[in-house]
């Protein structure tokens, strides 16, 4: 039978499912292999071509390492919980589940149409409450925790409150909100519960704390910072305040450090860490107080007689000739004098406009207003003016900057805009390039640090502050603690409740706390959260159950989870999916461990990655899991790109469309407006024109100015998307040449890592290249027929050359160039007309994890026993099969290659000799006269005189 790609697929894809051919064994005497997926978001549109290429690369590999042996974990799942469900059911007011739910029937119906072996068995969804009730307890967990400096680990809330009892906060070194109380055991005893809560909250791994958000009253919600351009919502156009919420957050900042060294034990692309690096900022320098010049104005300033700043520059200090803060600072109110209010109330109006992403951004237009107030400088005593100005981040650093136009090119500018003195640092002249004294010259304005270098300067002047208390080196951090809540529906809900205005948490035999239903997925109007609809939603405590109290109950936290709760630890349960007692179970995570290989794309660095890593430290902190690390292996797939096809329509006189379209080739002769045309009605660039007519009904009497007699059509690269009309299902290409030939042209594209554009140019070739091999087990009747006879050396050494190959690309992720090599071994064993059993049984087998349906259809006419070959063994590569032991001789006679022989190269000279003049077509050549002289140069050539 001819190659019957769909019977095949169809049959291959059931069997594997009524079997559970890819179920993972949960104890094995194997070594196992993690190779997991990014998970998607079920979004409405399913899948495109670019989606699986991840996806193929993963199973491939998940393949080849069953083939080799090991006990494989390759499960898939949804990350479906998130906004465009919710967005579609305040349109439509369909409940995301039912969104979600056939979002999933569609993408597992296109996921299946691939055979990927993944083990369904362990399918996770992020929106189901049997898996967010344990989001929800690692969430409790983290409100449960805080992070102790002198132990580097996350402990107990319990434990610190043990202390706290026993010796107050003496001794404690946590990572916790600045404003703590100092306090004696008796001090900590006098506290009431509801003082002691609130204490405690400062230290929680998860906490309540007012930040500073982007608010959007019109979409009655907090936005991301990329969701705001120049103060509006990016949908929308919404104006867009900076306001202060209380907001859960994740004390992500407590890992840093952790989160940083963690980057230098794991096999990830390197810009990838990179992006992590930059993200986690961290800078060593100094914190510097500068006392506040007190006068009558600062009768309000009791506490706060200093201004902190954070510099990488304390060997500056005595540049400083002013003090910039943030618009934000807790100070502005207190500092600014009466004749200064009104400069500085228009100027924080002005920036309350601002998203910090277009205040980091501008750094050409200089802004700020002096708040009349002065700072010493702790040195020298020179007296430094204070001002604001938004260049100065609130929540970076301590919010403040000792401002060093001579050593700081923004400073500077601010300098030079505002006419404040500019007091040189080195003894250079060009104080317009920063100061670099490593470079450039020897400080100046100091006896002290006269002629030290960068180094010791730094550390002399930091010394010269510890003496005096006014200052320490320190290290700071750019990352923030990451906002954990959102205003939104479909999300986990919050496993907190409210009571005499402190969040509590629900007890753990209440999980998980369902997501309640509402009657719309809109703000209340009143403005609190969706969930604020829901009636009747109230936690009864156990205690007030029991004593049937507070019927009403206590107020739900309203906020939901943020998208990237559930993806943070995911991969465990897939561990361990079905348990009911915990998140998975000890033995299975003391088995899995982690993640060898982890397949996904790179716009997650910052944010899935990073929050995963979190997590899993977290957890490993308690004990809870084995590895410091989640995911050992990363590869980031490139993205496929659409190609976008265009038409050309004709522009008359008056410059309106036509229904004419002229070809891509003639336009330079027209007036055209190019408009893209759906790429599924354009093969090789010429356009279907019957399709075009059909396509949208004011084409259906379209005209076309044609070259050859065809319609070629303009191609350009874009991103794949619907609106660019060149999304290509991976469906359609299923349903045209198989899964098989879709697996292989995805890899034959291009590195894995590459981006690069979707074309269908190749297609063709693998799809031959399959039958070709499917050609080799039949005879010319397309009857299955192999021999059984010994494999000649030829067939071996093809044979051999593909086993390893393979072994090396499959190894170090290099799929493409398998695929090419593949279309080598198949031709050389065309040529050799080989239906051999033995050799065509192993390229089976080598073939299968790149081409798994055809291969389990040959296996099975083999005549292997019943069932799959996914776990065969890899055939053993011999290089005994590839040595070469002849060699093409190029024969010359006086000095003109005439042809080449083939030589054992185990002959010497005199034997090559008389083996070349023995052949016929020599002797032709020669003319039978006999040659004055025979050169033989072994393994090279053989030359010859007449
Ligand atoms: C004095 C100085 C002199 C500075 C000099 C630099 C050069 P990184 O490496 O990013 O940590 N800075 C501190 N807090 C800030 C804030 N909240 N917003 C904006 N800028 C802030 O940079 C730290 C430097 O950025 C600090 O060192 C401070 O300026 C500024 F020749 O202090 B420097």
Sequence with gaps: MDYQFKDIEQKWQQFWAQNGTFKAEDKS????????????????????????????????????????GFNVLHPMGYDSFGLPAEQYAIQTGQHPAITTADNIATYRRQLDQIGFSFDWSREVRTSSPDYYKWTQWIFMQLFN??????????????????????????????????????????????????????????????????????????????????????????????????????????????????????????????????????????????????????????SSLTTHEFIEVFTTRVDTIFGVTFLVIAPEHELVASLTTPEQKADIDAYIAQTKKKSELDRMADAKTVSGAFTGSYVLNPLNNERIPIWIADYVLAGYGTG???????????????????????????????????ADPTKEGK??????????????????????????????????????????GRQRYWGEPVPVYFKDGLPHLIEEEHLPLLLPEVDKYLPTETGEP????????????????????????????????????????????????????????KEAIAYWKDVDLY??????????????????????????????????????????????????????????????????????????????????????????????????????????????????????????????????????????????????????????????????????????????????????????????????????????KIIRKVEEDVERFSFNTSVSSFMIAV????????????ILQDMVIVLSSYAPHICEELWTLLGNPAGSLSYAPYPKFNSAYLVEDEFAYPISINGKTKMNLNISLSLEPKAIEEFVLANADVQRYLDGKAPKKVIVVKGRIVNMVV
């Excluded at 791994?205 to 351009?229: F, H, I, M, P």
């Excluded at 031709?827 to 033995?838: F, I, M, Q, S």
Aim: charged share 25%; with cysteine.
């Design 443 to 484: 400080y100046i304005n100091s006896d002290f640090m006269n002629g030290l270098a960068y180094k010791e300067a730094t550390a002399a002047v930091i010394a010269k502050l510890e003496a005096i208390s006014a200052g320490k080196a320190k290290v700071n951090f750019r990352m923030r603690d990451a906002i954990f």
């Design 29 to 68: 005497a194997k070594p196992k292999y993690y190779v997991l997926d990014m998970f998607p978001y079920p979004s409405g549109a399913g899948l495109h071509v670019g989606h699986p290429l991840g996806y193929i690369a993963s199973d491939i590999f998940a393949r080849y390492k069953r083939l080799k």
């Design 827 to 838: 031709n050389e064993l065309t040529d050799l007309k080989c239906n051999n059993r033995a």
């Design 145 to 298: 925790s805080w992070y102790n400096k002198d132990a580097d680990k996350a402990e107990s809330i319990t434990k610190l409150a043990a202390h706290f009892e026993q010796k107050g906060s003496a001794g404690i070194n946590a990572v916790c909100d600045e404003e703590v109380l100092t306090f004696t055991a008796e001090e900590w005893k006098a506290l009431s519960n509801r003082e002691q809560q609130n204490e405690l909250l400062k230290y929680r791994l998860t906490y309540l704390r007012e930040s500073t958000v982007n608010w959007c009253a019109a979409l009655g919600t907090v936005l991301a910072n990329d969701e705001v351009k120049d103060g509006f919502s990016e949908r929308g156009g919404y104006p867009v305040e900076q306001k202060k919420m209380m907001q859960w957050s994740m004390r992500i900042t407590a890992y840093a450090e952790r989160l940083l060294q963690g980057l230098d034990t794991i096999d990830w692309p390197e810009p990838l860490k990179e992006m992590q690096r930059n993200w986690i900022g961290k800078s060593t320098g100094a914190s510097v107080k500068f006392p506040i010049e007190k006068t009558t104005h600062h």
């Design 400 to 434: 403040a900057v000792m401002a060093v136009p001579s050593g700081d090119q923004r400073d500077y500018l601010f300098a030079k805009h505002f006419n404040l003195p500019i007091v040189p640092i080195i003894d250079i002249q060009n104080i317009e390039t920063e």
């Design 530 to 585: 969706p969930l604020g609809r829901a009636e009747g939603w109230s936690y009864k405590s156990q205690e007030s159950r029991d004593k049937n109290q507070d019927k009403a109950g206590y107020a739900y936290e309203l906020s939901t989870m943020p998208g990237w709760a559930g993806s943070s630890w995911y991969w465990y349960r897939y561990m361990d999916a079905h348990n009911d007692q915990e998140f998975a179970s």
């Design 599 to 800: 397949i996904g794309g790179s716009e997650h660095a910052t944010g899935h990655l990073l929050y995963s890593r979190f997590w899993n430290k977290f957890l490993k902190d308690l004990d809870l899991v084995i590895e410091e690390e989640p995911f050992k292996k990363l590869i980031n797939q490139g993205m496929i790109q659409g190609r976008s096809n265009f038409v050309y329509r004709l522009i008359d006189e008056e410059g309106r469309g036509t229904n004419t379209f002229v070809s891509h080739g003639l336009i330079k002769e027209y007036k055209t407006s190019p408009l893209h045309v759906d790429v599924n009605i354009v093969e090789n660039e010429v356009l279907n024109l019957n399709k075009f007519k059909e396509w949208r009904p004011e084409f259906a009497d379209a005209e076309f100015i044609l070259e050859n007699g065809k319609y070629i059509c303009g191609v350009e690269v874009e991103k794949m998307s619907k609106r660019y009309y060149n999304v290509v299902n991976p469906d359609d290409i299923a349903q045209r040449y198989g899964a098989d030939t879709l697996r292989m042209y995805e890899m034959f594209l291009g590195p894995l890592e590459q981006s690069k554009p979707w074309n269908t140019n190749g297609i063709e070739g693998v799809f031959k290249f399959l039958r070709k091999f499917w050609r080799l087990f039949h005879n010319d009747a397309w009857e299955f027929s192999v021999s059984d006879a010994e494999p000649s050396k030829a067939e071996l050494k093809s044979l051999h």
